[in-house]
């Protein structure tokens, strides 16, 4: 009984570059044998967009193309090598993620064919009919299956079903890509991956999803799996670490978050059988007070070169960020859907970095201050707010361009000012301004505490002296100015935020 491992790496990924993913890394870290000695055959995938010119590494990075070949690509890896009685491994990163998430339902739908006897021709054309046929239409009358005979068929088979083990770093939207993204066009048709099977089969025994705390670019939304629907005797983990998309699953030169991840993945792998090299995973040096990146920034820069620098501006909205909703970091309150590099980062000083994820929690009666400047998107208020009954406040004064306003936004004669109006036109033409029905430059409040892709808690602090609004699901509380994405650099000043917990 042999253990087929498959590694699938994340976009624009490849084995060659400087600072390659845990992916790669943790496929140079397994041995040649699993656990129990028995052979353990491994197959590494470099991530979409790595192939072809500039027009494939757009399609296949940003739009999601390429993602039925990947998996059509390692499901023949595995067809032409399973057994009866074989084990299947999968680790993925991010679209990488997505591949093996769907490889996993691909095998649960279709079963594993018989392959033997065709050349490469053969091998691929079936391959791609039951991709096709058996996959993505889901036919009811299964003539897809007509000549096939499986070495393992879901529809009979009383082995185990051979998944025996997924991990996943931080995947993402809904196709492994950004959520905006993920409707583009570039030559293929609208909802032509709605098919896929990405949840998890309460069948496998083990798996893991290591989770970034940190990243913020919106787009990115975690992809969790419900564990409502976990089996029985499953063993499912789903752990938040800090740091950002790569800082988890890899890719940056400073590896001392990413391996954290990364040794949490082979570790787990090792306890479910798999074999590793020992003198490669002391390799691995774990550092929770590491370089912590902000990925949303050297996203922009990579595709600086596409456009014209003035219109830069006018693009942030595709690039908007939004925090993620995560659990509370407080130490003294560990969760086990936490890990401990979190708790040690939280504890630890950091010289080049501010404290890490503070969260006071106030109780009934308290309040607490928070400065916010008109200058961040983004101000984390250093408040975690637990359900219950909060009274908002603001005072102070900022400006957008040249126009001041109070936390009420710009509005009536006295805020007109005709350079300030002409960019606040400019937005409006545009719908650039964040909150459509909210004043320009009003204090708007955010309850991170939608999972997902859904909603956040919004409080418009700015309509009215007291806003008093009720929080039905915990999160961090953000805070910033309603402006325009790409314009906060115009902006200067400040107002103080009080927060008032009342039940």
């Known amino acids: 009984m042999r253990c087929l491992v498959v590694c699938c790496d994340g976009t624009w990924n490849t084995s060659t570059q400087p600072s390659v993913t845990n992916v790669f890394r943790l496929y140079n870290a397994l041995d040649t044998t699993d656990a129990e000695g028995n052979e353990q055959p491994a197959v590494y995938q470099s991530g979409v967009g790595t192939r072809g010119g500039l027009r494939a590494w757009l399609h296949g990075g940003i739009a999601g193309a390429g993602l039925s070949y990947d998996i059509q690509d390692v499901y023949r890896w595995l067809t032409t090598r399973y057994e009866p009685g074989d ?38 054309t079936t391959v791609r009919r039951v991709y096709d046929e058996g996959y993505r239409r889901s036919r009811r009358d299964s003539s897809w299956r007509d000549g096939l005979d499986f070495l393992y068929d879901p529809r009979t088979a009383a082995a185990p079903f051979p998944v025996h083990f997924i991990g996943v770093w931080d995947t993402v939207g809904s196709l492994g890509i950004p959520d905006n993204l993920g409707s583009l066009d570039l030559g293929g048709a609208p909802g032509r ?15 893991r999803h290591a989770v970034a705390l940190d990243e913020h670019r919106g787009p990115f939304t975690p992809a969790l799996w419900d564990e409502s629907q976990k089996g029985p005797r499953q063993d499912l983990l789903q752990a938040w670490f800090p740091g950002s998309h790569m800082d988890v699953g890899g890719g940056h030169p400073e590896t001392g978050l990413s391996d954290g991840a990364l040794l949490w993945m082979a570790e787990a792998a090792r306890a479910a059988g798999l074999g590793f090299d020992k003198a490669m995973l002391t390799q691995i040096t774990p550092d929770a007070r590491d370089v912590l990146h902000e990925d949303e920034r050297s996203s922009f820069r990579l595709l600086a070169p596409l456009y014209d620098p003035l219109i830069g501006p006018l693009l942030q909205p595709f690039f908007a960020t939004r925090p993620r909703a995560v659990p509370l970091i407080d130490a003294g309150a560990r969760t086990g859907t936490v890990h401990a590099s979190a708790y040690e980062r939280r504890l630890g000083k950091i010289l080049t970095s501010p404290p890490y994820r503070p969260g006071r929690v106030l109780g009934v009666g308290d309040e607490e201050t928070a400065e916010v400047s008109a200058r961040s998107p983004w101000n984390a208020t250093g408040l975690y707010l637990a359900p219950g009954d909060y009274e908002f406040t603001a005072e102070g004064e900022w400006r957008d361009a040249l126009v001041w306003s109070g936390p009420e936004g710009t509005t009536g004669r ?82 103080r935020l009080t927060v008032t917990r009342t039940a």
């Open 87 to 124: 084990r299947i491994a999968l680790f993925g990163f991010s679209r990488g993620a997505y591949t093996v998430r769907s490889l996993a339902g691909m095998i649960a739908t279709c079963g594993l064919p018989d392959l033997g006897g065709r050349d490469d021709t053969g091998i691929r």
């Open 193 to 207: 991956y709605a098919f896929h099977n990405t949840q998890l089969d309460p069948r496998i025994p083990y798996a």
């Open 414 to 495: 006295a805020r007109f000012n005709p350079l300030g109006e002409g960019l606040r036109l400019l937005g409006t033409l545009l719908r650039l301004r964040r909150e459509d029905d909210l004043p320009w430059m009003s204090l708007v409040a955010v309850v991170a505490n939608g999972n997902g892709s859904a909603p956040h808690q919004r409080i418009a602090v700015g309509r009215r002296a007291t806003a008093r609004v009720e929080v039905d699901r915990g999160g961090y509380l953000y805070a910033f100015a309603n402006d325009a994405w790409g314009f906060y650099g115009t902006n200067a000043g400040s107002v």
